[in-house]
């Protein structure tokens, strides 16, 4: 019973998003319908599918296990366990898998039918997802001007005072809060997958070097900072603070964006890649290993090199599963992950090489389709927010500069008055 406690204690874990979990579900879809075809048994299906690193691939095996350790039937087994699904779009599908059983329905039509199902409903919400982060970057964007002209009017009235450093920093934090509301919002409304993989084996090298930088610079940063802040002023020891931290941040942002960039660039290439070698094995009946001698790497792009150390690994008669998890590690792609694991036990468990590889190119090209479509709204709104950032700052400070050489102005001819009239000043009788 100790599996079906533990089991019990993830489904509670499952986020109640339907989005969130959207990728997972689809994944753990697509790889039920490459088993599928080698027409393997229900039970040896649900085995496969939960030993998935998906957050749903735990409805999966507690479904076997309620049918395999408790005796439930499995159509009792799937609604048990609907029941304690939080996200609506597992909790019908559980449901839906349960009436198939109960009716008889071919099991492999229904996977193949709900995978596409899922596919059009995750890529619907996918896209609204990304209308609605451009419309909340619209919104970002006319917030953080209304907020600096505010900021400006409030100046500019200070001018018949005193400008205290408690003002600018009022002004300050205020300006602060709003726009960590707006990054908060953008944030929650923004589709989110994994992108990147850490291999037990090991991670690319650009990451690898990016952890390092973040991992000694940026507590050097914090400290350095708190140690030079306090022999400034409260506004050029904030300054300061603010440039040291984020000059510490920077060199493992910067190979934090190229690991990034790369893997994007990998998985655009993925599907090609995925086809070709399906195509090679279905046509001649030959092995995976055997399939990579007959890719043309040259077409390949940047995945080739992977593609050649693989091909090397194999042929060598090393350990295949060793050979295949070192291709993901140096890739360093959760997307190649999930559809290389497909490929290869798809493949290994009987499937057509050619209708698995078609299946997982055109799992990999949805994906990295609607990844492009998120890059797009993500891209213009960060060439449009660098630029506005600066020029907010810029405005601010030009603005804060006019009000202090006002306001030093006035002291000093207040002054002069009071030193010309002896100290004293008459005010006309009424």
Avoid at 70 to 87: H, I, N, P, W
Avoid at 188 to 193: F, L, S, T, Y
Avoid at 257 to 279: Q, Y
Wanted: proline fraction near 3%; glycine fraction near 8%; hydrophobic fraction near 45%.
């Amino acid at each position: 019973m100790n599996s079906i406690t533990s089991s019990h204690k993830q489904i509670e874990k499952v986020s109640s998003d339907n989005l969130v979990v959207g990728f997972d579900l689809l994944s753990n879809l697509t790889y039920m319908s490459v088993l599928s075809i080698g027409g393997l048994p229900r039970e040896q299906v649900l085995v496969n599918c939960g030993k998935q690193q998906f957050k749903t691939a735990v409805f999966f095996r507690y479904v076997h296990l309620l049918a395999n350790r408790v005796g439930l039937e499995y159509t009792r087994a799937f609604q048990l366990v609907s029941d304690k699904a939080r996200a609506s779009s597992v909790k019908s599908l559980l449901l839906r898998f349960a009436a198939s059983i109960s009716s008889g329905e071919s099991e492999g039509g229904f996977i193949e039918q709900e995978t596409k199902l899922e596919a059009e409903r995750y890529g619907n919400e996918y896209q609204r997802s990304v209308e609605n982060l451009r419309k909340w970057t619209d919104a970002y964007a006319a917030v953080l001007v209304s907020v600096t002209l505010i900021m400006v009017v409030s100046m500019v009235s200070s001018m018949l005072g005193s400008l205290g450093e408690n003002f600018i920093v009022l002004m300050a934090m205020t300006l602060f809060f709003i726009t960590s509301i707006g990054v908060y919002v953008i944030y929650k409304v923004a589709p989110v997958e994994p992108i990147t993989y850490d291999s037990p084996q090991g991670i690319t090298p650009l990451r690898r070097r990016s952890r390092k930088l973040l991992l000694w610079l940026a507590p050097t940063g914090l400290v350095l900072a708190f140690l030079l802040a306090p022999q400034f002023g409260l506004l050029s020891g904030a300054s300061l603070v603010f440039l040291i931290v984020g000059a510490s941040l920077l060199p493992a942002g910067f190979f934090a964006f190229k690991d990034d960039s790369a893997v994007g660039k990998l998985d655009t290439e993925l599907p090609v890649f995925l086809r070709s070698i399906g195509n090679v094995a279905g046509a001649t009946g030959v092995t995976l290993t055997r399939a990579l001698s007959g890719i043309d790497t040259r077409s390949m792009g940047s995945m080739a090199p992977h593609i050649n150390r693989l091909h090397v690994g194999l042929t060598s008669q090393l350990p295949a599963r060793d050979c295949w998890e070192k291709f993901r590690g140096e890739t360093g792609s959760e997307l190649t992950n999930r559809t290389t694991h497909m490929l290869v036990d798809g493949v290994e468990l009987g499937g057509r090489a050619d209708d698995v590889g078609n299946i997982c190119a055109g799992h990999a090209l949805q994906i990295t389709q609607l990844r492009a479509s998120r890059q797009l709204t993500a891209s213009t709104f960060s060439f449009l927010t660098l630029p506005m950032h600066a020029t907010m700052t810029f405005i601010l400070v030009f603005v804060l500069e006019i009000v202090s050489n006002f306001n030093e102005k006035l002291a000093g001819i207040s002054g002069e008055l009071l030193d010309n009239s002896g100290g004293t000043v008459t005010t006309p009788a009424t």
